[in-house]
């Protein structure tokens, strides 16, 4: 199974973009997707997570409140809406999938086996 991201791209301070992320083939159903984002020079950061039926999702305390993210499994798709967009949630981000056996790990990257390749963000004026 291979992971696809797209949506990124510039956007003004406050604005919104919507993220997507497509799975070539159907992963198992106890495994999690993921967001994580990365600047230069720092770690991959985790930003949310969802269960493929979307009944259980999980976000990082920097965008929560601003950020959706919500699957669609008949798509094999995942989405993640960015909105109240800030300087600092410029990134590139990552979709991500796993099974978290331990919620403790859920922000950890280490847990999840399968990774796409990045799409951009950039917020600016």
């Known amino acids: 199974v291979q992971l696809q991201a797209s949506g990124g791209g510039l956007v003004q301070p406050g604005g919104s973009l919507r993220l997507s992320c497509v799975a070539s083939?159907?992963?198992?159903?106890?495994?999690?997707m993921a967001w994580f984002r990365q600047t230069p020079g720092k770690e991959r950061e985790y930003v949310a997570s969802?269960?493929?039926?979307?009944?259980?999702?999980h976000y990082a305390v920097s965008v929560k409140g601003r950020f959706t993210i919500s699957a669609d499994n008949t798509k094999n798709t995942v989405f993640l809406q960015m909105n109240s967009l800030k300087s600092e949630d410029t990134a590139v981000y990552y979709c991500?999938?796993?099974?978290?056996?331990?919620?403790?790990?859920?922000?950890?990257?280490?847990?999840?086996?399968?990774w796409g390749q990045g799409t951009l963000v950039t917020v600016s004026s």
């Open positions: 991500a999938s796993g099974e978290i056996r331990n919620v403790l790990r859920i922000a950890t990257p280490g847990s999840y086996v399968l």
């Open positions: 969802v269960s493929w039926t979307g009944a259980i999702t």
């Open positions: 083939g159907r992963t198992p159903s106890s495994y999690r």
